[in-house]
């Protein structure tokens, strides 16, 4: 999982900053992905906004959010209204408590987590903070929302930043995709290489996984990052983990299991898990219903 106990200034000047020798992707059990390797250097930041050529759509920095040591962002559902509160999305195994283990859901956890917020060129602007866990878990997909005070309309105002939009279709391979870390102020630009039927790492398992083709190198600090498809500016993923050593479905590495149940490794190789689950599981108003037709979330048991 890529996450990052080493740094903890992910505003700080990231030129070729250097991570620290031996830092871990996880912290004790916790699968964020994988951290950087020993020495690795931090993703060089954006100079600009891009439009990649050939793109439908612009990617950019704005409303993706730098949490301690994990990425994340504003996100909307397709239904929601400016005048509701606010989500902030980003991975299961970066919630503050600790990562939830396997068959844990949280749902409804008051919480007062921070975020720094991010304008299109990469630029902290301001800091958002939770009133609560909608839904965390590491079980099937790997998963945290948060819920602000603040609406839509509120951070508009404030800040002049819209959310993101989660799409409510499942990807599609050889989409051409962006994956934005607020932590690094970094962007990864790479195509859906396709679909894992199950991705196993230590005691978790998740389904339906994206693998991306290479060019995503995602590092330690890029977990909870938004996936964008360049074609629609739709989010469509979030950035969760990757194969650091070879070593087959440990914490750091995880494998690939087919509906035989045969397993393959895939080192370096790099993966996020679909949101387009979430569009399903939420009333008008941005609340949370499991229990809503095609809703297919993992329950609190």
Known sequence: MQISRAI????????????????????GAVPAQAAAPAGAAA?????????????????????????????????????????????????????????????????????????????????GIGTLTASKVVYSTMTN???????????????????????????????VAGSSIEVVSGYWQATYSCSIDGFVHQLREGDWTWQDSVRYTSTCNTIGGTSGSPVIDTSTGLLVAV???????GETCTVDNPCEVDQNGNVTVHQGTNYAEETYLLDSCFDPGNQLDLNLPGCTLPQPQ
């Open 8 to 27: 903890h200034k992910p505003l700080a000047a990231v030129a070729v900053a250097a991570l620290l020798a031996g830092a871990s992707a996880l912290a």
């Open 43 to 123: 993703p060089i930041k954006a100079a600009a906004p891009a439009k990649a050529v050939g793109h439908d759509a612009t990617v950019n920095f704005a409303g993706t959010v730098a949490l301690d040591d994990c990425s994340g962002s504003v996100v909307r559902l397709p239904n929601s209204q400016s005048t509701d509160p606010a989500l902030v999305l980003t991975n299961g195994h970066c919630l503050e408590t600790g990562m939830p283990g396997p068959g844990e859901v949280i749902v409804n956890q008051p919480s007062s987590r921070s975020f720094t917020l991010l304008d299109a060129s990469g630029n």
């Open 141 to 171: 997909t790997d998963v945290t929302l948060y819920q602000l005070p603040n609406s839509y309309a509120d951070i508009q105002q404030q800040y002049g930043i819209s959310p993101l939009t989660i799409s409510p279709d499942h990807p």
């Open 239 to 245: 950035n969760n983990t990757g194969n650091e050593n």
